[in-house]
């Protein structure tokens, strides 16, 4: 029972996946199952540059914010910025790369792919001022 309550979930992520404008039929777009160095990632959502989250499933009757430190691991050795804990029907999102961003919040809806994009972008953008302002730039 185990397996069909996650892969019900998944079919749930796999609908609002597609509903925020991923393509689940593009590897470029949408990984599953990535091997990692410390286990194997649930779906790795990815840009022309690289990987951009890591979004880890979970079963339709277990809180996904408790596998918020699973998905680090996942997340810092893929070099993905950005989080997303789900069990289909609730979501978590996460810009741990931010030192202002300690925690995960709840999302109503995916995030697109521009959606994520712009979030790279503005960390980035962000990170440069930061640098300018403390002259190391």
């Known amino acids: 029972m185990t397996g069909q309550a996650e892969a019900f979930s998944r079919v749930l992520i796999d609908q609002a996946l597609k509903d925020s404008g991923w393509n689940l039929l593009d590897p470029l777009q949408v990984r599953f199952e990535l ?5 194997r990632a649930d779906y790795v959502l990815s840009a022309p540059h690289g990987p951009l989250c ?3 499933a979970k079963r339709e009757d277990l809180d996904p914010y408790d596998a918020k430190e699973q998905a680090r691991t996942y997340a810092e050795n893929l070099k993905a910025p950005f989080i997303i ?3 289909g029907r609730e979501h978590w999102f996460w810009n741990y790369a931010r030192a202002d961003q300690q925690d995960a919040y709840r999302i109503e809806r995916l995030p697109s792919p521009d959606d994520l994009d712009r979030r790279r972008l503005d960390d980035l953008f962000q990170s440069l001022l930061h640098r300018a302002f403390q002259g190391k730039l």
Request: hydrophobic content about 45%; charged content about 10%; cysteine-free.
């Open 35 to 39: 091997q990692a160095a410390s286990g």
């Open 85 to 87: 804990l789900s069990n």
């Open 54 to 56: 890591i979004l880890e």
